[in-house]
């Protein structure tokens, strides 16, 4: 079976300051497909970023940046000196090679102050 | 990039009315639609897998006859909330997967859209 944890459900920061949001995922399938999610205030799911099982490159986007460790089975995202507008939820989700479900986690909600 | 199109964004309506949500693809085919349901401060619950010209596969506990799945055309899926009562109040969302190319796996997870929502109240 497959499932997302986001253990953290509310993360509270001051504006410039870097926060992590983790992600730990488990499947039994060896080809998977992870993802992050940014959901604003106005309900629309925002894509951030997919990475398939066998890219563990870190990846880097401006502010943010993604690490896939498949040792832990974890997809954590940072968020470098953190602004107001990126006050929203996150969710990290999962599918595998065979299905074409989108298991969401939880979620994280985020809030940056100014 | 591609864009899902949903409408109503917000629907309220008495109880024992049905309410009818659109999602469309706008600039691809999706053979394949997506409903999900997310209540407040939760996660996004897959309701329905939707697929062209057949019918809707539902996940475990989701009522058939509550949640009316219509899946017409590969731009076009609805989904109907009949008879609605204020516990159906919830936030929906559809997502599309794009038509598959021949030289594409079976199920090319990159290319999955989603809309902007629907929010219900039922009063």
């Known amino acids: 079976a497959q499932k997302v944890t986001q253990a953290q459900t509310e993360i509270s920061v001051v504006e410039k300051e870097d926060v992590t949001l983790d992600c730990v995922y488990e499947t039994r399938d060896t080809t998977y497909y992870l993802f992050w999610y940014k959901q604003p205030p106005s309900g629309e799911l925002v894509f951030l970023i997919r990475?398939?099982?066998?890219?563990?490159q870190n990846e880097i986007s401006g502010r943010y940046s993604w690490n896939f460790q498949k040792s832990t089975s974890s997809f954590n995202f940072t968020i470098t000196a953190s602004q107001v507008v990126d006050s929203a939820v996150y969710f990290c989700a999962l599918t595998t090679y065979n299905t074409d479900k989108l298991i969401f986690g939880t979620g994280t909600r985020l809030q940056v102050f100014p | 990039g591609a864009v899902v199109s949903q409408h109503p964004s917000r629907v309220i309506c008495k109880s024992g009315t049905s309410v009818k949500i659109e999602c469309r693809s706008l600039?691809?085919?999706?053979?394949?639609m997506f409903w999900y349901r997310q209540f407040p401060k939760q996660s996004l619950m897959l309701m329905a897998t939707?697929?062209?010209?057949?019918?809707?596969?539902?996940e475990q506990g989701v009522e058939k006859d509550k949640f009316l799945i219509n899946h017409a055309s590969l731009t076009l899926s609805t989904l109907t909330v009949t008879s609605a009562h204020p516990e159906d109040s919830s936030f929906y969302i559809c997502?599309?997967?794009?038509?598959?190319?021949?030289?594409?796996?079976?199920?090319?997870?990159?290319?999955?859209?989603f809309g902007e929502g629907s929010r219900l109240t039922v009063l």
């Open positions: 939707s697929n062209e010209g057949s019918k809707a596969t539902y």
């Open positions: 997502s599309a997967r794009a038509r598959l190319l021949p030289r594409q796996g079976a199920y090319d997870h990159g290319e999955l859209f």
């Open positions: 990475r398939n099982s066998f890219d563990e």
């Open positions: 600039d691809f085919q999706a053979t394949t």
